[in-house]
């Protein structure tokens, strides 16, 4: 990551450290990621992540591409090939949707990161048709991606604005702990979903603590 004069850039490498970083922390979190399945759905999200992440960091490491837009594009179409379960098309159509808003120029600015993000909000919203509130992933992307834009607005600094991202992504997964989930797999469960942390949920918040780390 450089900073110019004005506006704070993001450049490739940022983002190849970050998938690198998001796929240690899956692979770390693998067996917690499938617990917190097995209590409210069918105990694979550990296993799809991590396979879907493992293929992504392999197919960036065959040919790794030269702008942060094909670096997303990229990881976003690895994911929804490798990846069976629910998580597999939502989070590769984040990065998908991510990476086809930004220019294909090999260092972007904070603010048009920013925009990127939303895009992928909107992406696993338009696909999924989750709210907030209805304990999905949807409940720790849309506070970090508010986050995110609200400290790029005040002139925050990439590090702050990541680091005040991954803060609100963790404490939306925290906070789905007592929801019932109203979407996939959980919401068959009805009121016994509640009192579980939703497994999407606590591996958004990895993706974005690793995107403060590779910030850091
Ligand atoms: P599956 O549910 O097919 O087994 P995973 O276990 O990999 O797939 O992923 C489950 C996670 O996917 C859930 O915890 C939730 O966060 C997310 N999810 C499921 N359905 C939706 C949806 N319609 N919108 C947003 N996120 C969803
Ligand atoms: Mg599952």
């Not at 594009?73 to 929804?80: E, M, P, Q, R, Y």
């Not at 294909?104 to 696993?124: I, N």
């Not at 996939?184 to 403060?212: K, M, N, Q, V, W």
Request: proline letters at 6%; aromatic letters at 4%; charged letters at 25%.
């Amino acid at each position: 990551m450089t900073t110019a004069h004005e506006e704070p850039l993001v450049d490739t490498p940022f983002f190849l450290a970050w998938i690198e970083e998001m796929a240690t922390a899956v692979q770390v979190e693998r067996d917690r990621l499938t617990e917190l399945d097995a209590a409210i759905g069918d105990a694979d999200h550990g296993a799809n992540v991590d396979r879907g992440f493992t293929a992504v960091r392999q197919a960036l490491a065959d040919g790794p591409p030269e702008t942060p837009r094909a670096v997303l594009v990229l990881a976003g179409s690895t994911l929804i090939r490798k990846v069976g379960g629910a998580s597999g098309p939502l989070y590769g159509t984040a990065f998908r949707q991510m990476g086809r808003t930004l220019r294909d120029a090999p260092e972007v600015t904070l603010a048009e990161l920013a925009v990127a993000f939303d895009a992928a909000l909107a992406g696993v919203q338009k696909l999924g048709g989750a709210a907030e509130g209805d304990k999905t992933m949807v409940d720790a992307l849309a506070p970090a991606v508010r986050a995110l834009a609200r400290a790029v607005q005040d002139g925050s600094k990439p590090e702050d604005a990541m680091a005040a991202a991954a803060e609100a992504a963790a404490e939306g997964a925290r906070a789905t702990v007592p929801l019932q989930a109203r979407k996939g797999r959980a919401s068959y469960l009805g009121p016994r979903s509640i009192g579980h942390e939703d497994p999407g949920a606590a591996s958004t918040a990895l993706i974005f603590a690793a995107l403060r780390k590779a910030a850091g």
